[in-house]
């Protein structure tokens, strides 16, 4: 069974998403780029913007999400939750 069955293209809101999560507990960048299956460019470009919106900071190597982007995730959980009973 392949790893990824979904060969859907994400939006960036999703790609935005998991690298939150990701760095919710402070993390790497080259685990941020793994695990969100980005490649080197698109991760650079999405902490760029993510950091400059002020919702991931970087300290020593090491990325973490901020609480503004913390109330970001939640804000993604509601309206995600909202869209599902919509449908």
């Avoid at 941020?32 to 299956?37: D, L, P, Q, S, T």
Wanted: proline share 2%; with cysteine; aromatic share 6%.
């Amino acid at each position: 069974m392949p790893r990824f069955p979904s060969r859907r293209r994400r939006v960036g809101h999703d790609i935005i998403m998991d690298v939150l999560r990701l760095a919710k507990n402070g993390t790497k960048k080259t685990r941020i780029m793994y695990e969100a299956r980005l490649s080197y460019s698109q991760l650079e470009r999405y902490l760029n913007a993510l950091k400059m919106a002020d919702f991931i900071t970087e300290e020593s190597g090491t990325w973490k999400t901020t609480e503004k982007g913390l109330h970001v995730i939640e804000a993604c959980k509601i309206c995600h939750s909202l869209m599902k009973e919509a449908l």
